[in-house]
């Protein structure tokens, strides 16, 4: 609330002439912090080229170059195509998050020369004058000039709640809000000085932390590392005693030994599905501004929705005007229209209300018909009302509120059963009344005389219906939270078909203990006269409950609960601190968006699962096969060359297929235990059956050209067994995933049937034997796989 005096407005102030920008850009005094959405491209082409992992294949593979053949080193060459196809899939990302974050850019209103205009963050020059209305964010440091009712929250800058009054010489801070009123402030201190420029950098990084997925990743990296370094020693001592007389050899098998042990892929797959969702999503004109933010969104199960801007698009239009006691509909119609030239920014209700009184139809501006205000309150959601006092063409003074009848209202007021009747069709209501109290009187609207009823209507967004259901087919439960009146809101949403909508609560009798809070939410769908505080505490409630919640919104009410849930979601036509805070931005306003992030993010944690199940199983085996190699004082079964095959036909090309295939599996948390608890056992048991192969084989096969047999036969059985893991990760089976695992199979017998293929990749099965002891040995490990994945199944269902 503010009075229009010259000791709070500063009127007339032109801001900056051309020549003091010029002057002012001249001298670097610009606020030139680039806008950053993502790593730049050195960063992300160091991120994937210089990893523990592939320092450790890049040794390998120059030992390998210098001992030979060059066969050997083909997974050398694998590791070079894997880090390309990272770095230009997150370029690619790059690109897209970049270009959307231009789109979504904040644009503050500069005044200069007199006029004011819109301009990118970047042209503004110390010293410029920023103009603020509801919603704006703070974009640099400054001192108040300027300042009608201009309440700020710097909530998220000192954690206190509650917006401050600020008048001419007050500090504006940047990465503050407007919550009320209207102002201008001159900016201070510019570009990386300003702590909006620390604030933007962290809003829009591209990062991929906070994400249980990726950490689960560095988790078990960090196993395989420590299980690695012993292992691998043991075989190189191992390897070099038994084959003492071909160091060449003993160097390959050790390799051979050492390679697949390391799960490169793992991390690349990641990398990649997370970029392509960014990607996928950027096409549809949403703004991932946290990498994480996928992930985050496919494991909630409650999202709280705001009604205005959600369900309902943003206009407004007046449906009725009914007079109350007898009131003069002329007499109300100008006092609505000096209540509407009040307010230099209306919200979207006092923009309808003067859509349809404009300055016009009572002759002229606000004030031409002799209506001159002398006080203004805007509109604050705490409080439900707006106001602002008048000397009439008369001479007498008036003051007029306009805000929710049943708070200005004494309870059981004739009017509320009306106003009950018109909210149960759905429609808005706002109450227009004279009040005897001073304006800033906090008993202004404790005794109010009623003049008429405002109905309005909202337009309800065409996709709402189809995105809730949605989200009930999913089991995410949706809870539409909003500071209207809780009947209007529940027949709004039950115009859309959300279950629970015929009992909607309102919030000023929710409980304010915790636990007794997050009951009642848990029970109901639909929730009314929510303050801005409310929401923030009914989001901590339901996680205290141990729900994942999003939370989605467009208006400066939302923010401190767009900034606690587990994921913030904002539109793009949102206040620009909405915008900052949320992860996920809807550029086009789309709350049918919603969907396709949910499943980007299934997607890739469900997809990532699987991989990761083939990756690790391998890395299991691996290991297994050196300590047993090491114990049985024999020869590594396999030179790098067959493990190359190996993984490139089980592993390498099916993870490729399988990390980007549709997945509408629903996110289940402990991803590494849900992982580990399959690959294990599986890696135990094709490591197991290769090596009773190999050791079988070197029983049968005696002579020259023994090694090169028992090897033959060890790899069939291998690939037998991980080709069957393949099969399991696969399920459930689609067509393209059968002939997936089909088209393995082949490529494998190709390589066995083709004579310069078997040179190659130095496979040859030798009689008849051999090859079939291997094959039954594979089938009865085919068969201990099923019984695991039966049993990992049933655990993970209990």
């Given at each position: 609330?503010t009075?229009?005096t010259?000791?709070?407005?500063?009127t007339?102030?032109p801001g900056?002439t051309?020549?003091?920008v010029a002057?002012?850009?001249?001298?670097?005094?610009?606020?030139?912090v680039?806008?950053?959405?993502?790593?730049?491209?050195?960063?992300?082409v160091r991120a994937?080229?210089?990893?523990?992992f592939?320092?450790?294949?890049?040794?390998?593979?120059l030992?390998i170059l210098v001992?030979g053949?060059i066969?050997?080193?083909?997974?050398?060459f694998?590791?070079?195509?894997?880090?390309?196809i990272?770095?230009?899939?997150?370029?690619?990302?790059k690109?897209?998050l970049?270009?959307?974050?231009?789109?979504g850019?904040a644009?503050?209103t500069?005044?200069?020369?007199?006029?004011?205009?819109?301009i990118s963050t970047?042209e503004?020059?110390l010293?410029?004058l920023?103009?603020?209305?509801?919603?704006?964010?703070v974009?640099?440091?400054g001192?108040?000039v300027e300042?009608d009712?201009?309440?700020?929250?710097?909530?998220l800058?000192?954690?206190?709640?509650?917006?401050v009054?600020?008048?001419?010489?007050?500090?504006?801070?940047?990465?503050?809000?407007?919550?009320?009123?209207g102002g201008?402030f001159?900016?201070?201190?510019v570009?990386?000085?300003?702590?909006?420029?620390?604030l933007?950098e962290?809003?829009?990084?591209f990062?991929l932390?906070?994400?249980e997925?990726r950490?689960?990743?560095?988790?078990?990296?960090k196993y395989?590392?420590w299980m690695?370094?012993?292992?691998?020693?043991?075989?190189?001592?191992?390897q070099?005693?038994?084959e003492?007389?071909d160091a060449?050899?003993?160097?390959?098998?050790?390799?051979?030994?050492?390679v697949?042990?390391?799960?490169e892929g793992?991390v690349?797959?990641?990398?990649?599905?997370f970029?392509?969702?960014?990607?996928r999503l950027?096409?549809?004109?949403c703004l991932?501004?946290e990498l994480?933010a996928i992930?985050?969104?496919?494991?909630?199960d409650?999202?709280c929705?705001d009604?205005?801007g959600?369900?309902?698009e943003?206009?407004?239009?007046?449906a009725?005007l009914?007079?109350l006691d007898?009131?003069?509909?002329?007499?109300?119609?100008?006092?609505?229209?000096?209540l509407?030239?009040?307010?230099?920014r209306?919200n979207a209700s006092?923009q309808?209300?003067?859509?349809?009184y404009p300055p016009?139809?009572?002759?002229?501006?606000?004030g031409?018909?002799?209506?001159?205000?002398?006080e203004?309150?805007?509109?604050?959601?705490?409080?439900k009302?707006?106001?602002?006092?008048?000397?009439e063409?008369?001479g007498?003074?008036?003051?007029?509120?306009?805000?929710?009848?049943?708070v200005?209202?004494?309870?059981?007021?004739?009017?509320l059963a009306?106003?009950?009747q018109?909210?149960?069709?759905?429609l808005r209501?706002?109450?227009?009344?004279?009040?005897?109290?001073?304006?800033g009187?906090a008993?202004?609207?404790?005794?109010?005389?009623?003049?008429a009823?405002?109905?309005?209507?909202?337009?309800?967004?065409?996709d709402?219906g189809?995105?809730?259901?949605?989200?009930?087919e999913q089991e995410v439960?949706?809870k539409?939270?909003s500071g209207?009146?809780?009947v209007?809101?529940?027949a709004?949403?039950?115009?859309l078909?959300?279950?629970g909508a015929q009992?909607?609560?309102?919030?000023?009798h929710?409980?304010?203990?915790?636990?007794e809070?997050a009951?009642?939410?848990?029970?109901?769908a639909?929730?009314?006269?929510?303050?801005?505080q409310?929401?923030?505490?009914?989001?901590g409630?339901?996680?205290?409950?141990?729900?994942?919640v999003a939370m989605?919104g467009?208006?400066?009410n939302?923010?401190l609960a767009l900034k606690?849930?587990?994921?913030?979601?904002?539109m793009?036509?949102?206040?620009?601190?909405t915008r900052?805070?949320?992860?996920?931005?809807l550029?086009?306003n789309?709350?049918?968006?919603?969907?396709?992030v949910?499943?980007?993010?299934r997607?890739v944690?469900g997809?990532?699962?699987r991989?990761?199940?083939?990756?690790?199983?391998?890395?299991v085996?691996s290991?297994l096969l050196?300590?047993?190699v090491?114990?049985?004082?024999?020869p590594?079964?396999?030179l790098p060359?067959?493990?190359?095959?190996l993984?490139?036909?089980?592993?390498?090309?099916?993870a490729f297929?399988?990390a980007?295939?549709p997945n509408?599996e629903?996110a289940r948390p402990?991803f590494?235990r849900?992982?580990m608890?399959?690959?294990t056992?599986a890696?135990?048991i094709?490591?197991t059956?290769?090596m009773l192969?190999?050791l079988?084989?070197?029983?049968?096969y005696t002579g020259?050209g023994?090694?090169?047999?028992?090897?033959?036969?060890?790899t069939?059985?291998l690939f037998?067994?991980?080709l069957?893991?393949l099969a399991i990760?696969?399920?459930?089976?689609t067509w393209w995933r059968?002939?997936?695992?089909?088209a393995?199979?082949?490529g494998?017998?190709?390589?066995?049937?083709?004579?310069?293929?078997?040179?190659?990749?130095?496979l040859?099965?030798?009689?008849?034997?051999?090859p079939w002891?291997?094959?039954?040995?594979a089938?009865v490990g085919a068969?201990?796989?099923?019984?695991?994945?039966?049993w990992v199944r049933?655990?993970?269902?209990d």
């Amino acid at each position: 609330m503010t009075e229009r005096t010259d000791t709070d407005v500063v009127t007339g102030s032109p801001g900056l002439t051309g020549a003091e920008v010029a002057e002012r850009v001249a001298r670097g005094e610009v606020n030139d912090v680039p806008v950053r959405s993502s790593r730049s491209t050195r960063e992300i082409v160091r991120a994937n080229v210089f990893t523990r992992f592939n320092a450790i294949i890049g040794v390998l593979f120059l030992v390998i170059l210098v001992v030979g053949p060059i066969q050997d080193g083909l997974f050398g060459f694998v590791i070079v195509a894997n880090t390309a196809i990272g770095i230009v899939q997150e370029l690619r990302a790059k690109r897209t998050l970049d270009s959307l974050a231009v789109i979504g850019e904040a644009k503050p209103t500069v005044r200069r020369e007199g006029e004011a205009a819109e301009i990118s963050t970047s042209e503004i020059v110390l010293g410029d004058l920023i103009e603020l209305g509801p919603g704006d964010k703070v974009v640099v440091d400054g001192e108040i000039v300027e300042a009608d009712g201009l309440e700020i929250d710097e909530s998220l800058l000192t954690g206190e709640a509650d917006p401050v009054l600020k008048r001419p010489g007050d500090p504006a801070m940047s990465g503050s809000f407007v919550v009320a009123g209207g102002g201008a402030f001159t900016a201070t201190k510019v570009g990386r000085e300003a702590y909006a420029a620390q604030l933007a950098e962290e809003a829009s990084r591209f990062t991929l932390v906070n994400s249980e997925l990726r950490n689960g990743i560095s988790q078990i990296l960090k196993y395989v590392t420590w299980m690695m370094v012993p292992t691998a020693v043991g075989l190189i001592i191992s390897q070099f005693t038994v084959e003492s007389h071909d160091a060449r050899e003993a160097v390959r098998r050790t390799v051979g030994g050492i390679v697949p042990m390391v799960p490169e892929g793992l991390v690349l797959l990641t990398s990649v599905a997370f970029a392509i969702g960014v990607i996928r999503l950027g096409r549809k004109q949403c703004l991932v501004q946290e990498l994480p933010a996928i992930e985050g969104l496919a494991r909630v199960d409650v999202v709280c929705l705001d009604k205005t801007g959600t369900l309902t698009e943003g206009g407004m239009d007046v449906a009725d005007l009914r007079m109350l006691d007898g009131a003069d509909p002329q007499y109300v119609a100008r006092a609505l229209t000096a209540l509407g030239g009040s307010d230099p920014r209306p919200n979207a209700s006092l923009q309808a209300i003067i859509d349809a009184y404009p300055p016009s139809a009572a002759g002229g501006d606000a004030g031409s018909d002799g209506w001159r205000c002398t006080e203004a309150l805007p509109f604050s959601s705490a409080r439900k009302y707006s106001g602002a006092a008048f000397n009439e063409p008369d001479g007498t003074s008036s003051t007029w509120l306009l805000g929710a009848p049943d708070v200005l209202l004494p309870t059981g007021h004739a009017s509320l059963a009306e106003i009950d009747q018109l909210n149960d069709e759905g429609l808005r209501v706002l109450l227009l009344a004279r009040t005897e109290a001073p304006l800033g009187d906090a008993r202004a609207a404790a005794a109010v005389s009623p003049y008429a009823l405002v109905v309005l209507e909202q337009r309800l967004r065409p996709d709402a219906g189809d995105t809730l259901r949605y989200f009930a087919e999913q089991e995410v439960h949706a809870k539409v939270i909003s500071g209207d009146n809780a009947v209007s809101v529940g027949a709004v949403a039950g115009k859309l078909g959300l279950p629970g909508a015929q009992a909607p609560v309102d919030a000023r009798h929710l409980p304010a203990d915790r636990d007794e809070m997050a009951g009642v939410l848990e029970a109901g769908a639909v929730f009314g006269r929510v303050t801005p505080q409310q929401k923030r505490d009914m989001v901590g409630a339901l996680q205290s409950r141990g729900h994942n919640v999003a939370m989605t919104g467009d208006g400066v009410n939302d923010v401190l609960a767009l900034k606690d849930a587990d994921i913030g979601v904002s539109m793009g036509s949102g206040s620009e601190a909405t915008r900052a805070v949320a992860q996920i931005v809807l550029l086009d306003n789309s709350f049918a968006t919603l969907p396709s992030v949910v499943a980007e993010g299934r997607r890739v944690i469900g997809n990532i699962t699987r991989v990761a199940t083939l990756f690790l199983t391998k890395t299991v085996y691996s290991v297994l096969l050196a300590v047993l190699v090491v114990c049985w004082q024999v020869p590594y079964p396999f030179l790098p060359r067959h493990l190359t095959l190996l993984s490139t036909l089980t592993i390498g090309v099916p993870a490729f297929f399988l990390a980007l295939a549709p997945n509408k599996e629903r996110a289940r948390p402990h991803f590494v235990r849900r992982v580990m608890r399959y690959a294990t056992p599986a890696g135990l048991i094709c490591g197991t059956a290769a090596m009773l192969s190999y050791l079988l084989a070197r029983h049968h096969y005696t002579g020259s050209g023994s090694l090169d047999a028992e090897t033959s036969a060890a790899t069939l059985t291998l690939f037998l067994t991980e080709l069957w893991v393949l099969a399991i990760v696969a399920r459930p089976y689609t067509w393209w995933r059968i002939a997936l695992v089909l088209a393995m199979g082949l490529g494998f017998l190709i390589v066995l049937v083709t004579p310069w293929l078997q040179s190659f990749f130095a496979l040859k099965l030798s009689g008849m034997e051999g090859p079939w002891t291997a094959v039954v040995i594979a089938v009865v490990g085919a068969v201990l796989l099923e019984f695991v994945w039966a049993w990992v199944r049933r655990r993970d269902t209990d």
